[in-house]
């Protein structure tokens, strides 16, 4: 991290990020630790949790414009945790929280089940070689940890700049009991919610075109 991310980790930690305990990772989530969010946020609201947050961009823009609900920006890099705290502190999102963990021990126990409002994985890690895409994080397990933590109504909200993996979310989710498409044809509509980043610039410089794909809870 630069200075001033280490900076961050040590000042602005208190205020943001959530101390969790471990399991047998730097990363990982003790299974039997649990998140309140209403002792965490200091009140009831909708909680939207992002999924591999990056750099914050995304999260802080929707905190700001959502004072109405929390946010919580899962991530696994240290350096966009930190760089999330500083930014966050200085446009003045109070209702964001950070965690260093892993996603699906996030999903699976350390978050109340039915808890999560919104739940956003915008443009994961591809793995595009063939050898790596059984690293991808959206499958059909993915799905079963997602429908665990996302409240009956709530949503998935999914970007990729990358087709089939695109096309692997879609055939993940599809079938899912727990899930049903909040939208018509191939692809959703761009998330209205969802601010451009530096990952979708990319993938929009190198001629991909971006897809996203809206699920909803049922059940």
Known sequence: MSDGQERAWVELAPAYLIDVARGVAETSVHPDARFDPAEVYGRTAPLIVEVGSGQGHAIIAAALARPDADFLAVEVFRAGLARTMLDAEREGARNIRVIEANAPEV??????????????????????????????????????????????????????????????????????????????????????????TAFERKGIRAGRDIRDLAYRRVG
């Not at 039915?114 to 059984?134: G, I, M, Q, R, Y």
């Not at 096309?167 to 018509?184: I, K, T, Y």
């Open 107 to 196: 999903l699976t126990t350390f978050v109340p089940e039915a808890s999560v409002s919104e739940l956003w994985v915008f443009f994961p890690d591809p793995w595009h070689k063939n050898k790596h895409t059984k690293r991808r994080l959206v499958t059909e397990e993915f799905a079963e940890a997602a429908a665990r933590a996302i409240t009956a109504g709530g949503m998935l909200r999914m970007a990729t700049d990358w087709e089939d993996y695109a096309r692997g979310m879609r055939v993940a989710l599809d079938a899912s009991p727990h899930f049903e498409r909040a939208f018509e044809g191939d692809w959703a509509e761009r998330f209205e919610g969802r601010v451009m």
